[in-house]
């Protein structure tokens, strides 16, 4: 065993010790995933018992299928009939706005058709702290 006498000794030991820790970083977090929230069902019918020309009533289910928790999750969505008119556009209120791993929240949005609506196209915008995922849905009027 090394027997330390001198000051200048010590300090050159705690100084060798300091930059193992600082290359080593034994206390080093182990870096997770990201979150990855996408839509897992989305959910349209038309309705006529509110407006004579017919209502679509939308409900989007967006899940968590990332390692980490997603923060901030907002959803905006754009529908337009098949002339391009824009139907609805807007953010959607959803149940929750942080999304641990496997964890699933929803959404509803509702808007009146015009009268020679056959096909309604939604763009579905999905946001997070760290990313975003954008979807496309039709509605087929009957």
């Given at each position: 065993?090394?027997k330390?006498?001198?000051?200048?000794?010590?300090?050159?030991?705690?100084?060798?010790?300091?930059?193992?820790?600082?290359?080593?970083?034994?206390?080093?977090?182990?870096?997770?995933?990201?979150?990855?929230?996408?839509?897992?069902?989305?959910?349209?019918?038309?309705?006529?018992?509110?407006?004579?020309?017919?209502?679509?009533?939308?409900?989007?289910w967006?899940?968590?299928?990332?390692?980490?928790?997603?923060?901030?999750?907002?959803?905006?969505?754009?529908?337009?009939?098949?002339?391009?008119?824009?139907?609805?556009?807007?953010t959607?209120?959803?149940?929750?706005?942080?999304?641990?791993?496997?964890?699933?929240?929803?959404?509803?949005?509702?808007f009146?058709?015009?009268?020679?609506?056959?096909?309604?196209?939604?763009?579905?915008?999905?946001?997070?702290?760290?990313?975003?995922?954008?979807?496309?849905?039709?509605t087929?009027?009957?």
């Amino acid at each position: 065993m090394v027997k330390l006498k001198t000051f200048d000794t010590i300090l050159l030991l705690i100084l060798i010790l300091l930059v193992f820790l600082w290359v080593a970083n034994p206390f080093k977090q182990v870096a997770k995933g990201k979150a990855d929230v996408e839509i897992i069902s989305f959910d349209d019918r038309v309705s006529y018992k509110l407006c004579k020309n017919g209502t679509v009533n939308a409900e989007i289910w967006i899940k968590n299928v990332g390692d980490a928790t997603a923060y901030n999750i907002t959803c905006y969505v754009r529908s337009r009939n098949q002339d391009g008119i824009v139907l609805f556009d807007g953010t959607v209120h959803i149940t929750s706005k942080v999304l641990r791993p496997n964890e699933t929240c929803t959404g509803f949005f509702y808007f009146n058709l015009m009268k020679n609506d056959t096909k309604i196209f939604h763009t579905i915008e999905i946001t997070w702290n760290s990313g975003r995922s954008i979807h496309s849905e039709m509605t087929l009027i009957l």
